[in-house]
């Protein structure tokens, strides 16, 4: 079964650390998506990847990087935690776009999702 | 803002009844689709429908698309205890590298 894994689904941090997320997917997919979801929020994009070594930002990249070294992983990255980001974060990937029977448009497979809080 | 809108934030239903969500929108879109979620976890595609389509099917899914009143309609028939979710609608608009804008979701409650 095709998967985004996310590498951890709990985590706890102090205001101040730097904290990764690291997202890996097994099908070959260029596209690479991060979201947080808050409540009432719904999802929204951070940033997103559609090549190696590519990004685009989404609507809400402040305080947030990423990383794209190898196709399969995609990390995000917090430079300095803040109790704002304590989050649901979630990461998706996507077959290129224009392929398949999804031929033009862009259907996303999730991982799990990783809680972060920030105290 | 490009975010869906779901309606209601909210439904509450019996098994066997069928529930209904909407989602509305505000800019063109190529293609709309539909995604659950269980608490606590990550997304799920259920259902695609294309800006030329009017309607499609999936097993007990079935999804309407107006694009003149920029809306979409999820039914789910007989419903059961296990399709208690979040269900979030996503418009795409063929362009921007094929990002997706997620609305806020309905969470539906099915009672056994």
């Known amino acids: 079964d095709v998967k985004v894994t996310q590498s951890s689904r709990y985590l706890v941090k102090r205001t101040g650390e730097k904290v990764f997320l690291e997202c890996v997917q097994d099908m070959d997919h260029e596209n690479m998506f991060w979201y947080r979801q808050d409540p009432g929020l719904g999802l929204r994009l951070i940033y997103f990847s559609y090549d190696v070594k590519m990004k685009e930002k989404g609507d809400i990249p402040e305080g947030y990087s990423v990383s794209r070294e190898k196709k399969e992983r995609f990390s995000l990255i917090l430079e300095s935690a803040s109790t704002n980001q304590t989050s649901m974060y979630l990461c998706?990937?996507?077959?290129?776009w224009g392929t398949g029977a999804t031929t033009g448009a862009n259907v996303l497979t999730f991982g799990a999702g990783s809680r972060l809080t920030v105290l | 803002s490009q975010q869906g809108e779901e309606d209601p934030q909210a439904l509450s239903i019996q098994e066997g009844e069928n529930a209904t969500m909407n989602c509305s929108y505000k800019?063109?879109?190529?293609?709309l689709q539909w995604y659950r979620q269980n608490s606590g976890r990550g997304l799920v595609h259920l259902i695609l429908?294309?800006?030329?389509?009017r309607e499609k099917h999936s097993g007990r899914l079935r999804v309407t698309l107006d694009t003149s009143k920029k809306s979409s309609s999820l039914l789910i028939t007989a419903s059961r205890a296990a399709d208690t979710a979040s269900y979030f609608c996503a418009t795409g608009r063929g362009s921007t590298l094929g990002r997706l804008y997620f609305g806020r979701g309905t969470q539906l409650t099915v009672w056994p």
């Open positions: 429908i294309r800006s030329n389509e």
């Open positions: 800019t063109s879109i190529n293609n």
């Open positions: 998706a990937s996507s077959p290129p």
